[in-house]
Structures are given as C-alpha cells and as structure tokens.
C-alpha cells in the first residue's frame, strides 16, 4: 500500500513537469521504447554503450542526447534514424552500417517533412546516405561527421542529401568518402558555412535548381571531380578553398547554367582545372586566386556577360582556355604572373594589354595529343612568333588592365 | 722474344701491312726505317694491341697477343706525338701512370733524374713545349723497367743535350739485355745505337739484316748512306 | 679504372670550360629565380635551360675532350689494362664532371629555394641528360676517326633532339590528328631523351594539366608512378646503349 502511493506520486510528478529526461541505456529495442513512451519535449539521455536498432522513428518533439558517443548500429541491413516530428534535437550520437539499397535510399539520419530539425555533433560512419533531408525546412546541421569508407560511386550515397528544401543551414560539418559531399536539389535560401567536404567519390558539392544559396568559408579538396554547381541563379560563394581536384574530369568549381552570381574571395590551389564554365551569364568572379591550377579558367564560348575582376592567377599551367573565337566575358585589372609587358608611367597597371590564352592552350584544345610536346623549346618558340605576329589567339580576349603587382587577397 | 708471323692490315683499300715475318730476340735495337705511310707506326701499333691485325700473328715471349692485355706490361711505350690532360702536372701524370702500373714495384727513375724533372714537375701539361713533353714520355716509357722499348720518333723536337741523353739511355738498356724498337726519320741519329735495320715499303718488308751486315752489302759506312742507297736500289728495282 | 676517373676528374674539375659552365649555369639560375617571385615561373625558364643547354654542351664538350686526349688514351692503351675499363673510366670521369658542374649550378640553389617534387625531378633529368649526352659523345668518339667529322656529328646530333625532332613529331601530330596516336607518340617520345626529360618534369610541374589529359593512355601513363618510371627507364636505356654499343666498336677499333 506504502509502495501504491509512492508509485502514483512519482507518477503524478512525472505528468506535471513539462519536460522529463529519460535515461537510455543499451538493451533490446531500448531507444525505440523509450521513443515510444516520451513525451513531446522531453530529453532521452542515451548511455554509452552499443545499440544494436535501426528503422528508429522519432515522431514526437525530443531532445536526444548521446553522452560518450553510444554506438547505433544497423547492422548493414537497414535504415538507421527517421525524424518526421518538428523541432527534433538530436546530438552526439554516432551511427553507423545502414544497408543499402538500390531501391531507396538509405540514410543514417533521415528528416522527413519536418522544420526546425538541429543535427548536431553526431557521427554517421559508413553509411549509404549520411543525412537526408526531404521536404525541410529551417533546419541546422553543425558540426557533424559524415564518413563512408566503402568505395562503390553507383550504389553509393551522398553525405548530406537535401531535396526539396528551403532556409537550411548547414555548418561546420566534415564529410568524406561519399559519393557526393553535399547534395542538393531545389533547395533555397540556405546557407552551407565552413564545412570540410574531402576525398568523395564524385563532387564535393553538387547542386542543382537551388536559388538563392550562400556558400562561404568551406573547403572542397580531393574530391573525384571538385564541385559542381548547375542550373542555378543568385548563388554566392565567398571565400572557399577548392584545393588538390585532380583527374580526368576534374574540376576546382564547375559552373554550368549558373545566372547572375557572384564568385569571391576563393581560392583555387592545384586542381586540374580551376572553374569551368558553360553556358553561364553575368557571373562575377572577382578577388579570387588561381594558383598552380592545370587550367585557371575555361569559359566556354555559350557563357557571357561575366566579369573577372582583380583575380591573382599564379604558377597555372594556363589561364585562360577557351573552345571558340568569339569573347562575350570580359577581363580587368587582374594580376597574371604570365604577363612581360612594362608600365612606363608607374601607375601599377601594364601598359600594354595582356592576352592570357597561350598558343598551346588553344593548339591541345583542338588537337589533345599535341600536349605531349608542352614546353619544350619548339613550343616556347611557338608561343614567341605569336606574339610578334598574332593568328591563333581569339583578339577579344584581353585584359587591357593587367595589374603589375599581386593583389593583396 | 716477338715474333711475328704473317702479319697482314688493312685499312680499307690501302694495304698498311702486307704479310710481315720477324723474329726479334733480346738485346737487339732494332732501327724500322721506311718512307711516309710505309707501315712503321702500324707495325708498333700491331705490337702494342692498338691496332688488330686482319691476318696473322703476333707472339711476345712465345705467347700470342690476340684478346690478351696483360703481355704489355713487359712494354714500355713512347709515342710520337705526346699529349697529355691538360690540367694535370707532370707529378700528377707519372703518378697517375704509376697507380696504373701497380703491377710493377722497381722503377727506373734514371731518365727522370737526368731530365732533371723533379725541378719542374709542378707545371701544367698545357704549358710545356713539345721537346718537354717528349721528355715525359721518355720517362714514362723507361719508368716501369719494361723488357721491351718500343719508341716512336724518340729524338724529334728533343734538344741535342736530351736527345744524346736519350740514346746513352737507349744504349745501356740495350746492354741489360733489352730489346728495343724504334722508329726515326733522322736517320743519322740511329747510327751509334742500331744493331738491326727493318725497312718498310708500302706495307711490305724489305729487308732485316744487321748494320754490319748492310754496310757489307752496300759498301757504305755511315747509316744514313746505307739507308739512302737501299731506297736508291729498291726504286731502281720499282721500276723494272 | 678508379685511378683513370680520379685523374681524368682532377684534369676536368681545373678545367676553364668546365668551370665557365658552372659559372654560367649558376648565374643564370641565380636570375632567373632571384627574377620571379613565384616557383613554377622560375622552373620553367630552368628547364628551358637545362633542355636546351644541357644536351649541346655536354655533348660538344665530351666529344671535343674524347678527341683532344686521343692521344693520351694511346698512351693509357698501350699500358696493361683492358679497352672496356678504359673507355668506361673516361666517360665516368667526363660524365661525373659535367654532371657535378650542373649540380653545383643549378641543383644547388634549385634545391634550397624550391626544395619540391618539381625541383627534385629537374635535377634528375639535368643530371640524366648530362649522362645521356656524353654516352653519346663517346659514342661519337669511337665510330669517328675524325675531329672536326665528330663534332660535326656532336653538333647535328644534339640540334635533332633539342629541335628538329620536336618540329617532326608536331608535323605528324597535325597530320594524324584524326586518329589515335596515342600510342605510337609514346614510342616516338621514347627516341628523344630531351623529350623524355621534359615529360619527367612536366610530371611533377604540371601534373593538373598532364592529368586533364584526354587521351586514355596518356591518363594511364601521366596519372600514376608508371610514367615517371618508364620515362626514368627509358633515359637509363638512352645512357646505356650508347655506351655498350660504343665499347663493343671500341673492341674493334684501331687506334
């Protein structure tokens, strides 16, 4: 009888208080319990130890926190977390295994129609997807590790998936091994905010049809095939590193059908080439440096009304290629290592206008076996005669201003 | 000691030699006479290994020379045009021939001493005149006690005081029982120190006898004479 | 043969030319990269003067120090030691010359100021070309009997490899452009040691834009150790024929 009444009154106590924090320690289906019997609010502190759950929904508003990384393990056969409530916090967990599957996609940690979802401080090791957003919204993604180590690019997934987003913001993550770092489709008004997206297999970053997009402060390296960026207005990326995006079909950045944005402050170190642009209009590219890139910029003569302003191109291979005569982009002010001319009155800037396609940019372009003899004596005499006589490189393409000193970036 | 049989050279269409017999034995010096281009100087080559031989043989100490290396240790060898590096001293140069003689642990240092060498043995090669550099390669080719001299033109571009020097030098190792082979366009210079004449014509061997046996023959006393009437006689038979 | 490369290096290492060469190269490297701030700039004028240099002094000035010292090596021939060890020690001796003179010239500074890859492999192919292009003076040496008929060879020899070969292989590069000539412009890159040593350069210095290459074999061959391995390989050959070849005809030659 004595036990009966304390019992009601812990009961008692626990319906009163708004929030209750449930302690969660490893046994069978001990978070899906304890997910099913929390209320909206309250916190799960989830124990150190190895959860061997998967397919866990979490429907209701919770805080999850996972003190000293417990281990959820999906045993490579099936999904690991879906969050469809609002407002989920879910923190220091690592998940990991998830199947795969080339049916649907299998995410460590998958947001489903829902807003205001914090992911924070988790890690989600080797699985297909890492996170995976689907009609979300408002959403903040800090400081999460998303790492896959199994090497498979078609049945492989991306690190961090949006699809059909809007207003996320995405900071401070670290992903690698995936097929794409980061992912996006339509999705807007986001910011991505220094994460570090290395060694996936295709892009770092890839998006497509998501407007309105802020990438600042990330570092893109050693990715199969650097970043791609397509069909998209009004995206802004200042001060990210594309370094080391080395291969065939490499690029620091790619831009194709990208309208009116802006390219600033970033650095391009060592990628096979820098940006490549196709079919792009008004793009600003300005105050960027272009170091020991194969290729700086390759503009496809489908872009124009572009603006390159100020850039630094150092130690590249070429600067500027282009496949066709005809120049709609325009070039000012910029310091090209490459450039001999002179400036009798001191003013900093060249007197003479800098043409920064070399002859054998133009001459591999056309005929790529013709780079084997790249830089040997023939070819710097070559590259000598047209500038006494010019024939071969398209005349539009000039900087009238190039800059005597490197600019200060 | 070098015998040679049958030796035949070509070089190309011209007949250099043309089936050579010798047998030259200890103790004889032996003058090879003959006109420009005659074959003296592939003769020596042929003996020293630089030239190979297209037909026949040549054997030193009863030992055939072909594909052998170690034979010229036994020869002492003082070409007609002596060129040396030109950056290293004459120090440098005989001690650079002696390392390479390591075989050989009694030097004959006499010709070095009465050249007076070591006085000036710290010049450059670059800087001495040709009769000082055929100094050197005298003594290099008496350096090593070698049984067999085979010298090339010894006493051109030499002054008179170093080319008597030469032939004293020439005349004692003859004495020791060595045999020595020279060439000479200066034909009065051999007189005092030839025992034997070979004479050479257009690769072909025309005569080796002694001197006393050619100054019977030809009535004359003096070398040079000799020589002069043998080349006299053998264009008179040329020419029939 | 040690004695033989120890004097032939004292003679060398006094020698004006050689040490004008030195002076030259050093100069040269000194401005070159004193000149440009940025590394890959200053590589690249040091590589068109280590391809362009390098090959025709190396290979006039071995060709002209073989014929100068014929007389010499009569001399060290009419000693007992073996053809082979004489001709090999005097190339080793020549080789170790000119290739000292280039390390203390340009391998030096290239090595403190730059210390990369891109350096390391410049060096290496100075260094291999140095090599290369005395093997062929000897060779040179012993098929010739004629100075003034060897440095004639000496001279056309290097103008081929510096310029006319890469004139030849661009005029068959733009007539075959329709076809794969992958392949076949490997095996004609392999006939050029200068082009050879460019390309193990152009592996460290450029390898952004080696490995944008569109060729399949190329990717293959530019994109992985395997290139810098065979063109490393291919030079080792370039040194070595000429020098077997060169001993074997030597065996015969009358002197």
């Known amino acids: ?409 | 000691m070098i015998r040679i049989n049958h030796l035949t050279k070509s070089f190309k269409k011209f007949r250099a030699l043309d089936d050579i017999n010798l047998q030259l034995e200890r103790g004889q010096t032996i003058s090879l006479l003959g006109p420009n281009g005659s074959g003296k100087t592939t003769l020596i080559k042929s003996i020293l290994g630089l030239v190979i031989p297209e037909k026949g043989s040549i054997h030193i100490n009863g030992q055939e020379i072909r594909s052998h290396w170690s034979y010229r240790s036994k020869i002492g060898y003082m070409p007609q045009i002596g060129r040396y590096p030109e950056n290293m001293t004459i120090r440098q140069v005989l001690a650079m021939l002696r390392e390479v003689r390591r075989d050989c642990k009694q030097y004959d240092e006499e010709l070095i001493h009465q050249f007076d060498l070591p006085s000036f043995d710290h010049k450059l090669m670059r800087n001495l005149s040709g009769g000082t550099r055929q100094k050197v390669s005298a003594c290099l080719a008496f350096l090593f006690s070698p049984d067999i001299l085979i010298l090339d033109e010894p006493t051109a571009g030499l002054d008179p005081v170093a080319s008597e020097i030469l032939k004293d030098k020439i005349a004692r190792e003859r004495a020791n029982g060595k045999l020595v082979l020279i060439t000479s366009h200066v034909l009065s210079d051999l007189d005092e120190i030839t025992s034997h004449v070979v004479y050479l014509q257009e690769g072909k061997l025309i005569c080796f006898k002694t001197v006393e046996e050619l100054k019977e023959s030809t009535g004359q006393h003096q070398l040079n004479k000799v020589i002069a009437a043998m080349m006299q006689t053998h264009l008179h038979e040329n020419n029939y | 043969m040690k004695t033989i490369i120890k004097y032939v290096l004292i003679d060398l290492l006094k020698n004006r030319t050689i040490l004008i060469y030195t002076l030259v190269l050093a100069v040269l490297t000194i401005s070159v990269t004193g000149m440009s701030d940025n590394m890959s700039k200053g590589m690249l004028s040091l590589l068109n003067i280590t391809l362009l240099f390098v090959p025709i002094i190396s290979i006039l000035f071995s060709t002209i120090y073989f014929f100068n010292s014929a007389e010499f090596t009569e001399l060290l021939l009419a000693q007992p030691i073996r053809r082979k060890s004489m001709l090999l020690a005097s190339y080793t001796g020549i080789s170790t010359a000119l290739g000292l003179a280039y390390l203390a010239g340009v391998g030096v500074t290239v090595c403190v100021l730059y210390n990369s890859l891109a350096a390391i492999a410049l060096v290496i192919s100075g260094v291999l070309l140095t090599l290369i292009f005395s093997a062929l003076a000897l060779l040179i040496f012993v098929v010739f009997k004629d100075k003034t008929r060897g440095i004639g060879a000496a001279i056309i020899t290097a103008l081929f490899f510096t310029l006319l070969f890469d004139g030849l292989l661009l005029a068959f590069i733009y007539s075959f452009s329709d076809y794969p000539i992958d392949q076949p412009l490997l095996a004609f890159i392999s006939l050029n040691p200068v082009d050879l040593a460019r390309i193990l350069v152009l592996l460290q210095l450029d390898a952004a834009v080696m490995m944008g290459y569109s060729g399949a074999l190329f990717k293959k061959f530019m994109g992985s150790a395997m290139g810098t391995i065979y063109t490393t390989a291919c030079m080792l050959c370039w040194m070595i024929i000429p020098l077997i070849l060169a001993v074997r005809i030597f065996r015969k030659k009358d002197i």
């Open chain 1, 1 to 409: 009888m004595k036990y009966a009444w304390i019992l009601s009154w812990l009961l008692l106590a626990a319906w009163s208080t708004q929030a209750a924090t449930l302690v969660v320690k490893p046994g069978p289906d001990a978070l899906r319990k304890a997910i099913s019997s929390a209320r909206p609010g309250d916190t799960l502190l989830v124990q150190p130890g190895f959860y061997r759950e998967h397919s866990i929904q979490v429907d209701r508003r919770l805080i999850i926190t996972g003190t000293g990384m417990p281990v959820i393990d999906a045993e490579y056969k099936h999904p690991g977390f879906l969050i469809t409530a609002d407002s989920v916090i879910m923190q220091g967990l690592q998940i990991q295994h998830t199947g795969r599957s080339s049916i649907s996609d299998i995410a460590g940690i998958r947001v489903s129609n829902a807003s205001h979802v914090t992911l924070r401080n988790n890690k989600i090791l080797d699985c297909t997807y890492g996170i995976y957003l689907q009609n979300a919204q408002h959403c903040l993604l800090e400081g999460n590790t998303v790492h896959s180590g199994i090497k498979n690019e078609i049945n492989g997934g991306n690190g961090i998936h949006a699809w059909k987003c809007d207003a996320l913001q995405i900071n401070s993550n670290s992903i690698s091994g995936h097929r794409d770092g980061i992912y996006f489709e339509f999705v807007t008004n986001s910011g991505i905010e220094g994460n570090l997206s290395a060694n996936n297999q295709r892009y770092g970053l890839h998006f497509m049809f998501s407007h309105h997009d802020t990438y600042m402060k990330n570092i893109f390296r050693e990715n199969g095939a650097g970043v791609a960026v397509m069909y998209t207005r009004e995206v802004t990326m200042t001060d990210n590193t594309f370094i080391q995006n080395w291969g065939d079909a490499s690029y620091g950045l790619l831009l194709k059908e990208i309208t009116d944005s802006h390219i600033t402050h970033n650095r391009f170190i060592k990628n096979t080439i820098g940006i490549h642009m196709e079919g792009t209009t008004r793009v600003s590219v300005q105050r960027n440096l272009f170091q020991d890139n194969g290729w700086a910029i390759r503009v496809m003569a489908s872009s124009s009304g572009s603006q390159f302003t100020g850039n630094n191109f150092i130690g590249n291979s070429f600067d500027v290629a282009t496949n066709g005569t005809l120049m709609l982009n325009e070039f000012h002010r910029n310091y090209w290592d490459k450039y001999d001319g002179y400036d009798l009155n001191r003013d900093q800037v060249g007197d003479v206008p800098h043409y920064p396609v070399s002859v054998y940019a133009v001459i591999s372009e056309k005929i790529p076996s013709a780079m084997i003899l790249y830089r040997s004596f023939l070819t710097s005499i070559m590259e000598q005669v047209e500038k006494v006589m010019p024939s071969i490189i398209p005349d539009q393409l000039k900087d009238d201003q190039p800059l005597m000193k490197k600019l200060e970036l």
